[in-house]
């Protein structure tokens, strides 16, 4: 009975501390653009990381969507979208999610790494439109070499 109390416990804890969080946040100032409206197949470039860094609050997210430093070496690259993102599983509580402004970018996925350990399960980043710049007809003539090539 006392592990479950504790468990009990530390769950109301972080779901506190997770509502004092997003409260903190939510008073921070961001601008949102104007939508893209991205679709499936439309070009892109990753903004550099000093232009994300910018959008970035102290706990390095955006809108609760975290940039992570794996994300980093695909700054300043052109990328396909594989598709927007309008639901998920959190797997923190393990709820559906409903969310706008996010892509997946087809081929960039989380090849495990030193900040989370090894992992196998291949996830794709969530990449938020403000991190993103679509690119216009004139440049959609872009190489397929180009596009989806690390730096």
């Known amino acids: 009975m006392a592990e479950a109390k504790k468990k009990i416990i530390g769950y109301l804890r972080l ?3 997770k509502k004092k969080l997003s409260l903190e946040t939510s008073t921070k100032k961001t601008t949102s653009p104007e939508p893209i409206g991205l679709k499936p197949g439309d070009l892109v470039r990753i903004k550099s990381k ?3 860094g910018q959008t970035l609050d102290a706990w390095g997210s955006l809108k609760g969507c975290a940039f ?3 994300m980093e070496k695909y700054c300043n690259t052109k990328q396909r979208v ?3 993102v309008q639901r998920f599983i959190d797997e923190s509580d393990y709820q559906v999610k409903s969310v ?3 892509v997946l970018l087809e081929r960039l996925i989380c090849e495990g790494t030193a900040t989370f350990g090894r992992c196998d399960c291949g996830c794709f980043y969530f990449w938020r439109v403000e991190w993103l710049e679509k690119i216009g007809q004139e440049d959609e003539k872009v190489k397929k070499q180009d596009i989806n090539q690390e730096p």
Do not use: A, Q, V
Request: charged letters at 45%.
């Open 68 to 70: 992570m430093k794996e």
């Open 82 to 84: 594989f598709k927007p």
């Open 15 to 17: 779901k506190n501390r």
């Open 50 to 52: 000093e232009e994300i």
């Open 100 to 102: 706008s402004g996010l």
